[in-house]
């Protein structure tokens, strides 16, 4: 059998996509779609995977990064054409996977069965039986079960229309035999391309062995040309990426509305509750209860943590803080462990050290605020001037109270008492107290004349407005 090596066909426009980003880059679970399909290949051909580009290469080249061998192929005429285009970069023998950048659910497994039946022939393709195979190659097959030839579905006669065994797109070739039979392909097709499928029957007709693997999970074969495929691709990538996980010791309360990227970690004992999104390259300890209503972007999230109905981005979050419900942790934040954001508070490229707490209806952005600090109701880190922004700090456990603005640059010293209400623009030392609230003025009687005028008032029509 040789060296394996591994060629993935991505050159293709991806027209039924109706999409300016080539199609084997549009995302799947948090990855594009000819990600999934290259780790198959290289899990089974090591470093000797080369993937032809064609329509957007550079954009290609450049999302899937350099461990991989590409080649170029300058117009699109089929799919023959564009492995042809990567003979060059092959050995002179060997056994060559030859596979399609939109068929993301093919995984490392139905390759080695691949190999495995393919021993001994000159080339081999993997089919399936499909409820509805249209738009996909039909496999017709002689009397005694031996392939024939794939017909494409606009080259295919009624009767063969109605052959629900399809070929998946992925093939095993003996590199050599592949060598002489490859430039024999021709185009005269109704689409005029050179078809890869075509090389089947001219193999046959030199009488050497072809043969076909069949798979009973018809997943493998989903191409996806169209955008109700990529949905029909994400929810079956989801659910394996979700048993996966529950099989970890995650538990989910509804898995079905939980939507989790391939490459977020999640420990065990973590609770995941309904309506939550988990993106990136998120990793989640153990004993976290997520959700619901939860969208957790690129974030790094310690053990016993809870979060509820909050957003988080690129932010770390450590043992056992609470967050939620109804909070936005943005970009750049560091929240320290059993640390508490409570409701309606938005933090931004902020430290926030071991239990401090900021419960309820606060901006705070670009500050540290020390441990134990406790920041009341409704008080905001002025960080913008209009101009640029300023940073704060809030010593450690300083006691800022409700409804105060913090104008940056500031430093409130540790142990400090802020005065519900005040502005602060100046320093506040350790252990002292700021206020800066006017005087209370109490007008005796005055609350009464005030509200005896009042039905007057509303008589002259403003009753409606006050509702
Ligand atoms: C192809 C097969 C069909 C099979 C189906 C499985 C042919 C002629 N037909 O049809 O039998 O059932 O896949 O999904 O092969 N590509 C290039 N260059 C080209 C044309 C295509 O690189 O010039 C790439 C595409 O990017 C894609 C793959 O080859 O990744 C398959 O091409 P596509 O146009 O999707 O072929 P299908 O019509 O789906
Ligand atoms: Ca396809």
Redesign the pocket.
């Known amino acids: 059998m040789g060296e394996i090596w591994a060629v993935i066909?991505?050159?293709?426009e991806?027209k039924r996509m109706l999409s300016r980003l080539p199609?084997?880059l549009h995302p799947l679970c948090g990855r594009p779609m000819l990600s999934y399909i290259a780790g198959s290949a290289a899990a089974v051909a090591g470093e000797r995977v080369i993937i032809?580009t064609?329509r957007g290469s550079q954009t290609v080249r450049k999302a899937m990064g350099p461990r991989w061998k590409y080649a170029f192929?300058e117009e699109?005429?089929?799919?023959?054409?564009?492995l042809m285009q990567a003979m060059p970069l092959l050995p002179e023998e060997g056994s060559l996977l030859v596979l399609?950048?939109?068929?993301p659910l093919l995984e490392k497994g139905h390759l080695e069965q691949l190999l495995l039946d393919h021993r001994g022939n000159a080339a081999t393709v993997m089919t399936t039986e499909l409820a509805d195979p249209f738009?996909?190659?039909r496999v017709v097959r002689d009397c005694s079960g031996g392939l024939l030839g794939?017909v494409?579905e606009s080259d295919a006669s009624e009767g063969q229309k109605k052959i629900r065994e399809?070929?998946?797109?992925t093939y095993c070739f003996d590199i050599k035999q592949l060598q002489l039979f490859l430039p024999r392909l021709s185009s005269a097709n109704v689409q005029q391309?050179y078809?890869?499928?075509d090389i089947f029957t001219l193999i046959r007709e030199q009488a050497l062995p072809t043969g076909i693997c069949t798979v009973g999970e018809w997943q493998v074969?989903l191409?996806i040309?169209d955008r109700r495929q990529l949905a029909v691709a994400s929810e079956i990538m989801r659910e394996r990426i979700n048993a996966s996980l529950m099989l970890q010791g995650v538990t989910m309360i509804d898995p079905s509305s939980v939507y989790i990227d391939y490459d977020v970690q999640i420990g065990p004992d973590t609770v995941i509750m309904p309506q939550t999104l988990i993106q990136g390259r998120t990793v989640i300890g153990s004993g976290c209860c997520i959700g619901p209503v939860a969208q957790i972007i690129d974030a790094e999230i310690g053990d016993g943590v809870s979060f509820r109905q909050s957003v988080i981005e690129e932010s770390v979050i450590k043992n056992e803080a609470r967050v939620g419900p109804f909070a936005y942790i943005r970009p750049g934040c560091t929240i320290g462990p059993k640390v508490k954001i409570g409701d309606f508070v938005e933090v931004k490229n902020a430290q926030i050290d071991s239990e401090a707490k900021v419960p309820h209806l606060s901006y705070v952005g670009d500050a540290d605020i020390g441990s134990g600090a406790n920041l009341g109701a409704g008080v905001l880190v002025v960080n913008y001037d209009g101009r640029k922004k300023h940073r704060t700090s809030i010593g450690r456990g300083a006691f800022i109270g409700c409804n105060s603005n913090l104008v940056s640059p500031l430093d409130v010293g540790a142990g400090a008492f802020v005065a519900a209400g005040s502005t602060l623009t100046r320093n506040v030392p350790p252990g002292a107290l700021a206020i800066t609230r006017t005087e209370q003025k109490n007008l005796p009687g005055a609350a009464e004349r005030l509200l005896d005028k009042a039905p007057q008032q509303q008589e002259k029509g403003g009753a409606k407005e006050n509702g």
């Open positions: 066909l991505a050159a293709g991806g199609k084997v032809v064609g192929q699109q005429l089929g799919t023959g054409h564009a399609c950048g939109d068929t738009g996909y190659g794939i494409e399809i070929n998946s797109g391309e078809y890869l499928p074969a191409g040309n």
